[in-house]
């Protein structure tokens, strides 16, 4: 059974910047659409940025509200894809999930919180 294992969440003060990490165990990310989705309280679960596979083209995505400030990245000899988060405000508190899907498997990671405050 594949397992995704994010980290890299913590506070940061707005403004400040943040590298979330989530690392695959059993999964080849590369082969797979690897994905951050972030939920804060009592908000549904939103998807923040996707990144294809190398295949496919390594489609990126991001929602509108993260565009210019946050970068999704894979590094395939460490099976990691990342999300750079720059300029962060209040509004990007959440738990971000890793998510990865192949074929009909998904697989999402546990989350890690991202709390910006001052």
């Known amino acids: 059974q594949g397992q995704l294992v994010e980290s890299g969440g913590g506070l940061v003060q707005p403004g400040g910047s943040l590298r979330l990490s989530c690392v695959g165990s059993r999964i080849i990310l590369r082969e797979t659409d690897t994905g951050w989705y972030r939920q804060a309280p009592g908000k549904q679960r939103e998807l923040v940025a996707t990144?294809?596979?190398?295949?496919?083209?390594?489609?990126?995505y991001y929602t509108d509200s993260v565009k210019g400030r946050f970068t999704i990245s894979r590094d395939s000899s460490r099976n990691t894809v990342f999300l750079q988060m720059t300029s962060l405000q209040p509004e990007d508190t959440a738990v971000y999930y890793c998510?990865?899907?192949?074929?009909?498997?998904?697989?999402w990671g546990q989350g890690t919180q991202v709390t910006v405050s001052s």
């Open positions: 990144i294809g596979t190398i295949s496919s083209g390594r489609n990126i």
């Open positions: 998510n990865a899907k192949v074929g009909l498997e998904e697989y």
